[in-house]
């Protein structure tokens, strides 16, 4: 029998690992709770790791303060895509923060935060109560659209969409979801050439 340095409890010698640098040849902690303490010293480290990127990147992100400002500033005005992309994060934002109350108008838009808050209200109950991260995702993707469409068009309620965060990455553009047929007719002349056949399909599937 040997004592557990950890629980304190008196165990089998099978109950500890051998350990060749200790005099009786056996750990100190019994199997247990050396399989805790690793867990938890891998979780500890695993923070650790997590923080050091998180300063890191707020490092940078100060030392690249003007630059980014300018950046910003110019592809939101130029790039059409990255406008649009901001705007839905604006809205989810504010959103999440229970900002919709304001009901302010989003000229840009054409539509209120609160007719947004209405539309998605039940599935970002649902995404909040399993505590899944989630996105605002277009459902006919940003970058199918000509340059220069309109973004009022492009971020309408109908092509919007609440999905979680990995479903999101996992997309990364390379098939529509299905949007209701007025909205398609609207769009289509704005949609690059070659993805118009993908459009229709996705209006098939809607049914
Ligand atoms: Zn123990």
Redesign the pocket.
């Known amino acids: 029998m040997k004592i ?1 340095t ?2 304190k ?1 008196a165990k089998g010698l099978d109950e500890f690992n051998k350990h060749n640098i200790t005099q009786d040849g056996f750990s100190a ?2 199997k ?2 050396a399989k805790e303490g690793k867990k938890r010293w891998y979780a500890k480290n695993k923070a650790a790791q997590k923080q050091r990127v998180i300063n890191w990147r707020a490092r940078k992100v100060e030392e690249n303060r003007d630059y980014l400002a300018k950046y910003t500033r110019e592809r939101y005005l130029n790039d059409n895509v990255f406008r649009a992309r901001r705007l839905s994060y604006n809205l989810l934002r504010r959103c999440l923060n229970g900002k919709a109350k304001e009901s302010s108008t989003f000229e840009l838009l054409g539509y209120t935060l609160q007719q947004f808050v209405e539309k998605f209200e039940d599935e970002i109950f649902v995404f909040k109560m399993y505590g899944v991260s989630f996105h605002v995702d277009h459902c006919i993707p940003l970058t199918w659209f000509i340059d220069g469409t309109p973004f009022n068009l492009v971020n309408d309620l109908d092509n919007l969409q609440v999905i979680c965060a990995d479903e999101n990455r996992e997309k990364k553009n390379v098939y529509a979801h299905p949007v209701p047929k007025a909205y398609i007719e609207k769009v289509l002349p704005h949609i690059k050439p070659e993805r118009i056949s993908k459009i229709l399909a996705a209006l098939c599937s809607a049914g």
């Open positions: 557990c950890k629980c409890t902690w019994c247990p709770c």
